[in-house]
Every structure is written in C-alpha cells, then in structure tokens.
C-alpha cells in the first residue's frame, strides 16, 4: 500500500497499518505501527460521507508534540 500515513516522529511512511469495519458502532478502526508502537483511531460513517475525500494523515504527532513536556 504506496498511501499509507506519515510518522510524525521519522517523517516517513509508518511500517504498517490495519483496519476493520466495526458493524456495532458504524465506524472504521485504523492503527498504525512505527517504531515498535501502536496508535488507534477511529472514523465514523458520517465523518466519512461529509468528508470530500479521506486520505492518510499523520500519525504519532500527539507523541510528538508531547516530548518536550516530560
């Protein structure tokens, strides 16, 4: 898969990611793993169709941001 998030961290394409449609609460479930971690999230149905297109983000950037805050 060439569309695959960006770590915020390496500044390269996450190593891998997966997903599910979880049929219980209309919703797709990613997670990303890069570095020997893991971030989950989640987008809803109605995200997705108000949405003009999805497309890969940027994952680990809250990991980021919170590094100089130890």
């Known amino acids: ?22 049929n219980e609460t209309k919703c797709t479930k990613y997670r990303v793993y890069c570095h020997n971690d893991t971030e989950e999230t989640v987008l809803e149905d109605e995200d997705i169709q108000a949405a003009d297109c ?16 130890k």
Request: charged share 30%; with cysteine.
């Open 1 to 22: 898969m060439n569309n695959l998030p960006i770590c915020a961290i390496c500044k390269k394409q996450v190593d891998s990611i997966e997903w599910y449609y979880d």
């Open 54 to 69: 999805v497309r890969p983000g940027i994952a680990f950037k809250q990991k980021k941001i919170g590094e100089g805050k």
